[in-house]
């Protein structure tokens, strides 16, 4: 299946799910080793099932397909858990590709839920699943918080550098509850030695298929 629209290409991932190819920007939203795999290792795994809260703040950079939000739901509903789920998107991806990556998945009506809902509005997607949606540039958006997990999702360093700078890192630390805990892809050295310099705890965790190595921020202020 190939569906293309204002640059942006629907890709199939080895694990069968999709994601979106950003020709402006030279790279996919997720991992062409499988997109599924690598949204639940790095940020569901090793973010939101490290908080033992019954109730989750989350804040995601860079909502994109809304595959991350889509498997956060999932687990929220596999765990009882109440979530407010904050989640920062300039640029919002063209329905046509969300049906698209929707009909692989097995809770379509889900993901197109999180799609369909209002931007910049607190939406109940289920009773105990709030949805905001905020479409902003996340370098000047008003970060408040406090929030308990942080999916640090944007391009690469090497495609977006000004997105992983201090100025941006330290926004998020002070929009963090403590304990609480960032998650990203990247575990470039540069960008571990940032989120250090801002006050977090870092950690090097395996990476999922496809590459070696990922980072776990936390930030625990005693
Ligand atoms: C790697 S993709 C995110 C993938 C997404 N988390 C998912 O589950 O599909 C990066 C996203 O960040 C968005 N983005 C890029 N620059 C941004 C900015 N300055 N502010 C907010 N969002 C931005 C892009 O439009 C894109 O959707």
Partial sequence: MMMQMMGRILQRTSDGSYTVY????????????GAIQE?????????????????VRILEVGFGSG?????T????????????????ELCPLEY??????????????????????????????????VLNKRH???????IIGPFDVV?????????QPELWQENLFKSLFNAMDNPSVLVTYSAKGEIKRRLRNVGF?????????????MTRAVKRIK
Avoid: M
């Fill in 22 to 33: 950003d020709e402006r920007v030279g790279e996919c939203f997720h991992s062409v080793h």
């Fill in 39 to 55: 949204s639940e290792h790095v940020f569901i795994r090793a973010g939101f099932d490290w908080c033992n809260l019954d109730s």
């Fill in 67 to 71: 595959l991350n939000a889509y498997l």
């Fill in 73 to 88: 739901l999932l687990r929220s509903i596999e765990l009882n858990k109440q979530i407010y789920y904050e989640a920062i």
């Fill in 96 to 129: 046509e590709l969300v049906e698209s990556i929707s009909e692989g998945l097995a809770h379509p009506d889900f993901f197109c839920l999180l799609h369909t809902s209002i931007w910049n509005n607190n939406i109940e997607i289920l009773p105990r699943f």
């Fill in 136 to 142: 902003v540039d996340v370098l000047s958006a008003n």
């Fill in 151 to 159: 999916y640090f999702d944007a391009f690469s360093p090497e495609k």
């Fill in 201 to 213: 705890i870092v950690e090097r965790l395996p990476g999922p298929p496809g590459k070696r190595e």
